[in-house]
Every structure is written in structure tokens, then in C-alpha cells.
């Protein structure tokens, strides 16, 4: 009995030792844990070395959450500057206090500060409520990444799938995850392995001890392990057939996170019309246009009419402008085709954004003022509202009683921390869900 007990314990630990053996595998498959090995930084190296995984994904999440609307990893202008060389150019202890607050750092005087404020056309910087901990993290992983994006950038290579830097975004988050759960169950295999190797040694020993043993059973007590028996043993082969489901089931799942995520859609509108002409050029003011965008929750795309307070005059003889005229001939609106659609599920005011809050659009669109066609830059996630939610810092809202108090209060109870827009509630499921 006892004999067979601690047979099975020995099976039962060889099944989880290959458990063990192919997670490794697949966690090597992951990109994400290539880096899990890497020697830690030293000095000078720190820009190049790739930091510590936890705080790899971490940077990433943040990045990725907050900078990429406006931000390049390589040395590409978006709406600003590009990362690359950024420890270079400036340091960690300026850095920080930039990224918490850059109006703060221009306001000082700061002089490089301020010259890249007036070179960016006094675009304003969002402000992120990050700690420490976090800043780091992102600084490191802005580091890493920019040279590894330059890198890829030199190298002439076409880009298979077309991919923009953020279609990629949303997996990072859920992979995080995943990896997570991997190293947890990792740990628990490991603890179940080290069980059963007591128990194996505990009967072992104790069964040796006894003399009235049958023959037979001494013979299985004091039997080697096989490994060639590890290839044929059906436990074995099963957990490598789980392991091979999960990876594939694990497939599955992130594709069908990305459902519905619409991130880069830029569809041709049945008219050539070109923001970068409109906004860019001639500085026709978005709410000129777009006139619930700082009134209502819907930004309102523009009736034909508005189109014709100019194109009455303007341009009459263009094809395109003609579009606009057999538009309202036929009294049918143009066809514009949505870019940016949430969910009915969804509640989304632009006012609330845009006028209480004074973010610029192009924190939630990108520069749409440069794009001959719109592009929707950001996800639309749930969880890329929420992001900006935990870190965003509600400022702007001064000279206004209702915030005044607010303020007051949360400094009484917070201390110095600033106000994020979770601690007004905007995290509770009501105010974005009917
Ligand atoms: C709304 C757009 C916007 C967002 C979002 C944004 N930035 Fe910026 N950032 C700018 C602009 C514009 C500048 C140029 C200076 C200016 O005009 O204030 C800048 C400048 C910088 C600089 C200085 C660059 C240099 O070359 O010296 C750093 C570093 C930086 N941003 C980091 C970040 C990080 C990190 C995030 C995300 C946590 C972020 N930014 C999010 C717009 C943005
Ligand atoms: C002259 C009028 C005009 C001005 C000015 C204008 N827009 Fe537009 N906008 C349009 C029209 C027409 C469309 C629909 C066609 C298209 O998507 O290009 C549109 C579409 C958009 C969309 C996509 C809507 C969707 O379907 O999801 C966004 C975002 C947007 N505009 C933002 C802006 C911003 C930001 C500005 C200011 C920098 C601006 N617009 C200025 C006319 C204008
Ligand atoms: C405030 C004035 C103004 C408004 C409003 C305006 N436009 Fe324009 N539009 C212009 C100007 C100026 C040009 C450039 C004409 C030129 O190149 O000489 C232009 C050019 C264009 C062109 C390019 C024509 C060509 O063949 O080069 C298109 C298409 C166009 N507009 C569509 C629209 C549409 C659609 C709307 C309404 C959503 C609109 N515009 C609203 C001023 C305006
Ligand atoms: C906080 C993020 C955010 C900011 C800031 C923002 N938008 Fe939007 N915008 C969105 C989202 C989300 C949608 C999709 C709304 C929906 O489908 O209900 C959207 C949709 C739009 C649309 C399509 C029509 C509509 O209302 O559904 C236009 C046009 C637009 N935005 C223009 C602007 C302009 C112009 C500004 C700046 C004055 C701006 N947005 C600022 C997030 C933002
Ligand atoms: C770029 C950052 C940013 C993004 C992205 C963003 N928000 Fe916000 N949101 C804010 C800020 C800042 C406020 C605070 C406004 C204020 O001062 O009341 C706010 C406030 C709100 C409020 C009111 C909360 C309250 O308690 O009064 C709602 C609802 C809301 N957002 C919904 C959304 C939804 C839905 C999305 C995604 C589709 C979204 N937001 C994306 C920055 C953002
Ligand atoms: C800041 C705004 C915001 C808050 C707060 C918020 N949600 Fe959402 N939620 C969204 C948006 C936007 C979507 C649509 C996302 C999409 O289309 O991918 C969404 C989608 C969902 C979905 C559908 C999921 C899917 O993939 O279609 C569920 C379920 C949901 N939310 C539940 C919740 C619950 C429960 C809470 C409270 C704990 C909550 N939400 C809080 C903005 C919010």
C-alpha cells in the first residue's frame, strides 16, 4: 500500500517537473520575459540596458496609457518631440518634475524648458499625477525602448503587418496579466514539486526501515527513476498536450480582446477633406466646425452649411467642393463615415473634457490639424479612460466655488497629493455607464 503511495508520488512529480519544464518554454516564447536574464545595468549602460521585467511592464503600461497620442519612441515629432536621446539631453531629476508637471517647470524658468515650450508652439503638456516609483519605471523603459525603436527605424526594413506603435498597446496590459497569472502558477508547481519530493524521500526511507517488506515491493522502493519512461508516460504527455491548449487558447483570447478595438482606423470620406488644410493651414478653430465640442457631449460633425459659409466663394469649380453643392441640391447630408464610435454601453460628453476639464483635443485625437485624413489615435478603451482618470490631475477648474472646496477639502485630508480625477469619482461605473 504504502509502496504503491510512494510510487505515485513519484509520477506525480515527474508530471510536474515537465508542468515546469514547459512553462519555461512558453515563457521564453513570450518577448516580453526575453529580457528576464539580463544582466543588471550598470552606470553609463543604464540608458541601453533593459530594466528589470516588472519594471519593464510597468514603464510600458504607463507609456503606452498616457504618452503615445503625442509622443514617438524614436526621434519623430508627433505633437512632442520624439523620446529618442532623451536621458541624453536631459536628466532623471529633470525629468520628473517635468512629466508631474511641465507648466510648473516652464513657470520656474527653467530655460531649456521654456525654449522647447516656444518651439512646440506653447503646446501644452498634460500633467500626470505618477510617483516616483512609477516615473522611474517609465523613464527606464522610455530609455530602453527609443534606442530599440531607432534601431528598427534605421534598419530599412518593411514593416510586415502595418502595424501603428499603439495597435500593439492594448495587448500590453492583458499579457501583463497573463504573465502574472504564469509566474504564480509557476510558484505553485514549484511548491507542489518540493511537497512531493519529501513525501517520496519520507516513504522511502520509512519503508526501507521495515523488514517484514515483501520482495516485490522493495524492488519498486528501490527502483531508479527512468528518464527515457518520461517520454512514454501518459501523464506526461497529456500535460504537455494542456500546455500546448493553453498557449493556443491564450491566442485566441487576446485576439478576441482586440475586437472592437479600432485603433489607426482612418477610412476615406466621400469628400477630400483635409483637416491639415482646414486647421492647419487657414486655423479654422475646431469648435468652428465641430460646435457641441465644448457645449454638449457630442462634438457635432458640421452640416454642409457650414461648409458653405466659405465654399460659396471659395474654390466653387473643384470637383470635390461639388460634392458639397449636389449634397444640399439633393437635400441629403454628406455620407461622412464615423472614425470614432464607443459602444452604445458608453457615455462620453466632450464637454466635460474639453471645457471643464481644458484638455486639448489632441490628448484624446492626436494632431488632427496634420492629418489629411483622420486618424483615431487613441484606443477607446475602457481601460485607456481609466488610465487617464487615475492619472490625471484635475487643475483647471480655478476660480470656480464648487472645486475650490473640493480642493480645500482633499488638502485637508490628502495633504499635498493633487486631486486626481478617481478622487471626484471617475472610476465609478455610472458616470460612464447608462
Ligand atoms: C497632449 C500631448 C502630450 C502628452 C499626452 C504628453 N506629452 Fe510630453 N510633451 C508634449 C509637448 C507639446 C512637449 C514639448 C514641450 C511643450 O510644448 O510643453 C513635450 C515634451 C516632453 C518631454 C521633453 C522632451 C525633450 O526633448 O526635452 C518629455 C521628456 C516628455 N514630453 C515626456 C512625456 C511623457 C513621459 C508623457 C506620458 C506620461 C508625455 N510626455 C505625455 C506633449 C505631450
Ligand atoms: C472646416 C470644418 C472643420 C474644422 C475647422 C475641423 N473639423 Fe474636424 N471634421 C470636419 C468634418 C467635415 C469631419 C468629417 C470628415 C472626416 O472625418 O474627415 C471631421 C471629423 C473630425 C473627427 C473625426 C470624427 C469621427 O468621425 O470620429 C475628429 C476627431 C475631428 N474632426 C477633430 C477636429 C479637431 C481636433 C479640429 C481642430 C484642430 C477639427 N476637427 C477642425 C470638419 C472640421
Ligand atoms: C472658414 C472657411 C472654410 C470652411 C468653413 C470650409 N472650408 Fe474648405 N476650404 C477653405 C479654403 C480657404 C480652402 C483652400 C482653397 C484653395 O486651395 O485655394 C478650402 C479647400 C477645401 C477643399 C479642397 C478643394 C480643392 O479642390 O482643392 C475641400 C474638399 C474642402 N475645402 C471641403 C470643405 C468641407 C467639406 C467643408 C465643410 C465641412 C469646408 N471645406 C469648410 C475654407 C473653408
Ligand atoms: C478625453 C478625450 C477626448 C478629448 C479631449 C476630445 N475628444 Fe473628441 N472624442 C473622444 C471620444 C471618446 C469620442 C467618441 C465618442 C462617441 O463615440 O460617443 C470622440 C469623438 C469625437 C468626434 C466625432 C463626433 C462625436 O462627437 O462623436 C469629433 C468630431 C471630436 N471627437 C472632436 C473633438 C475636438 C474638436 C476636440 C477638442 C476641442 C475633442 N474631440 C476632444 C474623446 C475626446
Ligand atoms: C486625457 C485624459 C482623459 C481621458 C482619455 C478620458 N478622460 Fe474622462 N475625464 C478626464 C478629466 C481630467 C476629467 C475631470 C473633469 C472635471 O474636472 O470634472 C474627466 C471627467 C470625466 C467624467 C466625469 C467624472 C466626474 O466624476 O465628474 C466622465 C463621466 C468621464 N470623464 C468619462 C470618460 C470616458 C467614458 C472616457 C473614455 C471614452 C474618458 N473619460 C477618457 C480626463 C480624461
Ligand atoms: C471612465 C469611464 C468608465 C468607467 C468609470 C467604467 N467604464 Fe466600463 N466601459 C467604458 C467604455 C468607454 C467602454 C467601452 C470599451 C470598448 O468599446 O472597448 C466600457 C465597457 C465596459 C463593459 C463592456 C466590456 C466590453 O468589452 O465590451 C463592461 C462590462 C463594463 N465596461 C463594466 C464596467 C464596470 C463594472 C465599471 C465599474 C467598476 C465600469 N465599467 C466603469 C468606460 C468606463
Known amino acids: 500500500m504504502l509502496a504503491q503511495c510512494r510510487n505515485y508520488c513519484q509520477k506525480l512529480a515527474i508530471f510536474t517537473l515537465a508542468l515546469l519544464f514547459a512553462f519555461r518554454l512558453q515563457a521564453q516564447d513570450t518577448p516580453t520575459d526575453s529580457g528576464a536574464t539580463a544582466a543588471p545595468d550598470g552606470g553609463a549602460a543604464a540608458a541601453s540596458a533593459k530594466p528589470d521585467e516588472a519594471i519593464y511592464n510597468k514603464g510600458k503600461a504607463l507609456w503606452e496609457g498616457n504618452c503615445t497620442t503625442c509622443h514617438a519612441l524614436s526621434d519623430e515629432v508627433v505633437v512632442g518631440p520624439g523620446m529618442y536621446g532623451i536621458l541624453g539631453r536631459r536628466d532623471k531629476a529633470w525629468l520628473k518634475p517635468w512629466i508631474k508637471n511641465s507648466q510648473a517647470v516652464i513657470a520656474s524658468g527653467d530655460a531649456y524648458a521654456v525654449a522647447l515650450y516656444n518651439k512646440y508652439n506653447q503646446t501644452v503638456m498634460t500633467s500626470f499625477a505618477f510617483n516616483d516609483e512609477e516615473l522611474d519605471a517609465l523613464i527606464d523603459?522610455?530609455?530602453?525602448?527609443?534606442?530599440?525603436?531607432?534601431?528598427?527605424?534605421?534598419?530599412?526594413?518593411?514593416?510586415?503587418?502595418?502595424?501603428?506603435?499603439?495597435?500593439?498597446?492594448?495587448?500590453?496590459?492583458?499579457?501583463?496579466?497573463?504573465?502574472?497569472?504564469?509566474?504564480?502558477?509557476?510558484?505553485?508547481?514549484?511548491?507542489?514539486?518540493?511537497?512531493?519530493?519529501?513525501?517520496?524521500?519520507?516513504?522511502?526511507?520509512?519503508?526501507?526501515?521495515?523488514?517484514?517488506?515483501?520482495e516485490e515491493?522493495?524492488?519498486?522502493?528501490?527502483q531508479r527513476i527512468n528518464l527515457g519512461s518520461l517520454f512514454t508516460s501518459r501523464p506526461v504527455l497529456g500535460g504537455v498536450a494542456l500546455i500546448f491548449l493553453l498557449v493556443i487558447l491564450k491566442g485566441g483570447w487576446d485576439s478576441l480582446v482586440d475586437v472592437g478595438v479600432q485603433q489607426g482606423y482612418a477610412p476615406t470620406q466621400p469628400i477630400a477633406f483635409s483637416h491639415k488644410l482646414h486647421a492647419g493651414e487657414y486655423q479654422i478653430d475646431c469648435g468652428y466646425c465641430?460646435?457641441?465640442?465644448?457645449?454638449?457631449?457630442?462634438?457635432?460633425?458640421?452640416?454642409?452649411?457650414?461648409?458653405?459659409?466659405?465654399?460659396?466663394?471659395?474654390k466653387i469649380g473643384s470637383p470635390e467642393i461639388q460634392k458639397i453643392y449636389k449634397a444640399i441640391e439633393n437635400n441629403r447630408?454628406?455620407?461622412?463615415?464615423?472614425?470614432?464610435?464607443?459602444?452604445?454601453?458608453?457615455?462620453?460628453?466632450?464637454?466635460?473634457?474639453?471645457?471643464?476639464?481644458?484638455?486639448?483635443?489632441?490628448?484624446?485625437?492626436?494632431?488632427?490639424?496634420e492629418m489629411e485624413v483622420v486618424q483615431q489615435r487613441a484606443p477607446l478603451t475602457m481601460g485607456w479612460?481609466?488610465?487617464?482618470?487615475?492619472?490625471?490631475?484635475?487643475?483647471?477648474?480655478?476660480?470656480?466655488?464648487?472645486?475650490d472646496r473640493l480642493l480645500e477639502y482633499h488638502g485637508k485630508m490628502r495633504g499635498n497629493e493633487p486631486m486626481t480625477v478617481e478622487q471626484i469619482g471617475g472610476l465609478e461605473c455610472s458616470k460612464c455607464h447608462y
Open 141 to 214: 523603459y522610455i530609455a530602453y525602448e527609443s534606442e530599440v525603436a531607432m534601431k528598427q527605424k534605421d534598419a530599412p526594413v518593411a514593416d510586415a503587418g502595418g502595424a501603428t506603435p499603439g495597435q500593439v498597446a492594448n495587448t500590453g496590459a492583458s499579457s501583463g496579466y497573463f504573465n502574472l497569472l504564469l509566474g504564480i502558477l509557476f510558484f505553485v508547481l514549484v511548491l507542489i514539486l518540493a511537497v512531493l519530493l519529501l513525501m517520496i524521500s519520507i516513504l522511502s526511507r520509512f519503508l526501507n526501515s521495515k523488514e517484514d517488506l515483501a
Open 217 to 222: 515491493d522493495k524492488e519498486v522502493v528501490n
Open 290 to 314: 465641430h460646435t457641441g465640442v465644448y457645449k454638449g457631449k457630442s462634438a457635432v460633425i458640421p452640416s454642409a452649411n457650414i461648409c458653405m459659409n466659405c465654399h460659396n466663394q471659395v
Open 333 to 369: 447630408p454628406i455620407e461622412w463615415v464615423r472614425v470614432h464610435n464607443l459602444p452604445d454601453l458608453a457615455y462620453f460628453n466632450h464637454a466635460q473634457h474639453t471645457n471643464v476639464a481644458g484638455l486639448a483635443c489632441e490628448n484624446c485625437h492626436g494632431k488632427i490639424e
Open 385 to 403: 479612460c481609466i488610465n487617464c482618470h487615475r492619472q490625471t490631475v484635475v487643475e483647471h477648474a480655478k476660480d470656480n466655488a464648487y472645486y
